[in-house]
């Protein structure tokens, strides 16, 4: 597990049967090289001491958001920005509660909502209430939020009974982890670009041809492929949209622009063609705004093609070239043709006839044709969480 050596974890104990297992965690975790402090809720205390924890990780122990020798340091926020990630073991019903509902009202959930790095839950609970509605809701929305979830199994509870909800054992933790960070470290290697949004095809100064794309899935998947460890490019026509520091965006409004600044960021690993590009601007734009008339002729013309040039390009064609094809009707037959014509690895074929997806909504469904004829649909549900499944299926073909 040498990609562990020499991070640093914030691990966070709650309240739960489960928590004694999460000494087994930290002595896995040292003997892995890694730097570990710690913080206990009060109900954890219950189960296991701070001496305990302190002695196994020799890291410093926390346990109160009021202390005020500690915050004097402001502790909630120095911790969220010295762990590498966070690990919260065992995650109880009432932590993912608290957490889906933004609360801060402990130093544990504090650091959560103050912290910028990855954050692992690792849940335990009775079978009941791991089945509870209420949980599966909590946990969708945290998944949103880019929370990644470790389990449960199903096994015996300390309770007596059966079934999933039991904590995932702590080698198998460990080995999660580890396998996250192996991920990150060989992406860091690796660069993305994205296109997203729409453009706008000038009429006259005033006036252009466009579309109802949001950007909204392509900011989303510049966003997923940055956390998965990739160094990412995105360029956006026009949107209100915002991404983190670690991407680098261009902001651009015609086909034009678009095509000379994805030429310009080659060559990449992946690159991914979301946006929504208009496929004819005006064969000859006014220079002034044209006034209102009876009638009024525009002559269109072919606009530059950004999928079909990078895909065919024999020298720098990136490793996989994925494409979007937003469809009302034909989804299928028009996917798998544009498959074979651009010569895409990937198509990603959504029906935007359904207002409730798609075009400038935040859910979207999609099927994914691939080159070797294999097809995959992912269901309904929030665009953050298509686009993280989109990028696990692109590190599988990077694998």
């Known amino acids: 597990m040498k990609n562990l050596k020499d991070k ?28 570990i402090k710690s913080i206990l809720t009060s109900n954890a205390k219950k189960f296991v001491t701070p001496l305990s924890v302190a002695s196994l990780s020799r890291g410093k122990v926390y346990d109160d958001l009021f202390n005020v ?53 690792v849940p335990a609970m009775n079978v009941r209430m791991w089945e509870h509605p209420s949980m599966k809701e909590n946990l969708e929305i945290l998944k949103t939020y880019s929370y990644k979830i470790i389990g449960p199994e199903i096994g015996e509870m300390a309770c007596g009974e059966y079934g999933e909800g039991k904590m995932t054992e702590p080698l198998d933790i460990v080995n999660t982890i580890n396998d996250y960070l192996f991920l990150i470290n060989k992406n860091n ?16 100064p005033v006036r252009f041809i466009t579309n109802k794309s949001s950007g909204k899935q392509g900011y989303e998947l510049a966003k997923s492929l940055s956390r998965n460890g990739f160094q990412t490019t995105l360029i956006s026509g026009p949107t209100n949209l915002k991404v983190d520091d670690e991407i680098k965006l261009i902001k651009v409004e015609t086909a034009e622009q678009m095509f000379k600044e994805t030429q310009k960021n080659l060559p990449v ?25 009876d009638k009024l ?27 979007f094809a937003a469809e009302t009707n034909n ?13 895409c690895d990937m198509i990603i074929a959504n029906d935007v006839s359904d207002k409730n997806i798609g075009f400038d909504s935040d859910f979207n469904e999609v099927t994914i044709f691939y080159k070797n004829n294999k097809q995959e649909k992912l269901s309904s549900k929030n665009k953050m969480l298509i686009s993280e499944e989109i990028v696990e299926r692109i590190n599988n073909q990077l694998t």
């Open 8 to 35: 640093k974890i914030l691990l966070i104990i709650c309240g739960g049967v489960a928590a004694y297992k999460s000494l087994e965690t930290i002595r896995i975790l040292k003997k892995c090289g890694c730097e």
């Open 69 to 121: 020798e500690n915050e004097s340091e402001m502790d909630h926020i120095a911790l969220s920005r010295w762990a590498d990630l966070i690990l919260v073991e065992p995650a109880t019903a009432n932590t993912i509660s608290k957490l889906a509902k933004g609360s801060s009202e402990d130093l544990a959930s504090t650091v959560i909502l103050a912290s910028n790095k990855p954050i692992f839950l």
């Open 189 to 204: 290697r690796l660069k993305a670009l994205v296109t997203a949004g729409p453009t706008h095809e000038y009429i006259d």
């Open 269 to 293: 690993d992946v690159a991914i063609f979301s946006a929504a590009v208009a496929d004819f601007k005006v064969f000859e734009k006014s220079d002034i705004k044209i006034k209102k008339e």
């Open 297 to 323: 002729t525009i002559k269109l013309e072919k606009n530059v093609d950004i999928l079909n040039y990078v895909s065919n390009h024999n020298s720098m064609r990136p490793k996989l070239v994925i494409g």
């Open 331 to 343: 989804l299928e037959n028009n996917a798998e043709k544009k498959l074979k014509n651009k010569n």
